[in-house]
């Protein structure tokens, strides 16, 4: 049989290929790989004791990669010199640098970070031990680490065992177990011997395994950890593949259970004590600003030494650690560069506080040239709009210069609100007789009797209070030449009408508390869990909130003011004092016009991690890294389902 010529066995090719084409034929790489990596071998092998080599090899049946390993392998005991971790091929290759301790287990945990070459299918939480003696410990403690103030869980952050119980163990040594928080604040700590052990949290700066700056986060539990074990039962259960709102099965799986496994640590960090100068700065010709890096129970001593600093004007807030002084004499300002002595305390390499003098030059951001050459810009420009407007026949109106003033009066005032004045400059003078709150009685406006005052808490701002009723309308007037501030401007004529919001326009909440301290505070939180308002846990241990908006979702935070400062307080490892506790209502309240909310509220109802409403959460879990199980799309397309 004589063999088919070339060109005909390529015309059938063709053929056959659009004939496939036509009845929707095309070609496919095959099914996807959705297998994960499986565990082969290691050397040394799995749990090996009485171990002396520093290299350590673990293979796969595939080619693998490791996902961010800086992140998520934990290798403890901590190490002083990181062993090298990496991929060759199918194995994962750890090289200790350190020499081993005798009588020690050391445990790599690799958490997800193993996933295979083609598909990165993760093998899921893996993780490999051996010991340097005759024994493996295999005992493992777990828990979250959240933030103290706002219960957001920390990412990241060490968690250690020491076996040393004393107080100093924690600013002296290393760990002697480790791990490192995931996504959602939780730790395992494994390969843990039987023994008793203080356990804290520490976000190490310098990497050295102990407690030694106050700039670092720290947490601690006040009660020993003793690790143990006890066997337990868990249900698994396997969805039906192609009902997936049904279940196919449900296995019972006995597993040994680890315990504490609910260790809860709150993570803040110390109030510093450190007293320096941190910043200066003059952002604008009319004030320079000076920023100390603690509190300060008095404010600095400042001498000009190239003017007169009777011509300044101070405003420091309550903590004197921000101060801004604004120069009256505008000549000053002009000036590049004021010189000044500063004499403040300041704290020595001992922790003390001690005298210190520094000689400052507060320069101009933009300097006089450049500043000139922008005015007359300014200048000339101004001056053809107007000769512009001047050809055009227009007015040419006087601009006349006021002393700019914020009113903070909307036309609908909330019934808990009072009136706000605020300046961008010192006020030097103030009439008050230039100042009238009347109301509308009978379609008359009569005087209505109000009180003005400064405010105690941020410079150039004054409140206008008054025995607003509901549903009354309101018109503050202010005078022109009212205020002067201390360039000499005035401001001009202001006039605001408003109408005081009913009772019926808002919503109420009660709560009901058990479990608070005796000097407790509840925050009323936006949904940028910022604080709204906030109100004592009264005798009775209830708390009401009043005059709430319609339309707003408000969340709950409490906090037990140990203090009772008003405000909430770090802790302080020194002194062995925790942070303030924190709670937080799991759930989100939608308030209603004319509507009461009463909620029975148990602080200890839930444990902390699950308190705070997910969508307030700033540290949002990683996704949980699953196998993709692309073959089912591809059969879908292939039409084999």
Known sequence: MKPIPKYIALLLFIIGFYACAGTGWSPDGGPYDEEPPKFVRATPVPNAVNNTRKNVSIEFDEYINLENASEKVIISPPQREQPEVKTSGKRVVVKFIDSLMANTTYTIDFGDAIVDNNESNPLGQFSYAFSTGPEIDTMAVSGTVLNAENLEPIKGIQVGLHKNLNDTAFTKLPFDRISRTDSRGQFTIRGVAPGKYRIYALQDGNQNYMYDSKTETVAWSDSLIVPDMTPAVRFDTVWNEIDTTHIDTIFEVHYTRFLPDNIML???????????????????????????????DTLPTLRGLDFDEKQLIVEANLRNDSITYWVKDTT?????????????????????????????????????????????????????????????GDTLAVQTPFLTINVDAPSELDINRNIVLSFEEPVEHIDTSAIHMQTMIDSVWQDT??????????????????????????????DSLGFKGIYGLYTDKVENKLKVKTVDQYGTLFLNITGAGPHAIVQLLNSSDAVVRQQPVKENNTCDFYFLQ???????????????????????YEEKRQAEEVFYFPKTWEMKANFEFEENWNLYAIPLDRQK?????????DETKKIKDRNKERAKKLGRT
């Open 266 to 296: 709150r993570a803040f960090k110390e109030e510093s004590t450190m007293q320096y100068l941190a910043k200066s700065e003059r952002p604008e010709t009319k004030k320079f600003n000076l920023y100390f890096s603690a509190k300060a």
């Open 449 to 478: 009797p109000f009180i003005f005052q400064a405010d105690t808490i941020a410079p150039r701002r004054y409140i206008v209070l008054a025995n607003w009723q509901p549903g009354q309308e309101y018109q503050l007037t202010i």
């Open 332 to 392: 000053l300002c002009e000036r590049d560069t004021l010189t000044i002595e500063l004499k403040y305390l300041e704290t020595d390499t001992l922790g003390q506080l001690v005298p210190t003098t520094d000689t400052l030059r507060m320069v101009n951001k933009i300097p006089r040239e450049r500043r000139l050459a922008m005015k007359k810009e300014a200048d000339e420009k101004a001056e053809k709009e107007r000769k512009k407007k001047e050809k055009k």
């Open 550 to 572: 319609p339309g707003t979702k408000y969340y709950l935070r409490l906090f037990n003011d140990t203090n009772r400062n008003g405000k909430w307080d770090t802790g302080n």
């Open 613 to 621: 409403p997910d969508e307030i959460k700033k540290q949002k879990p």
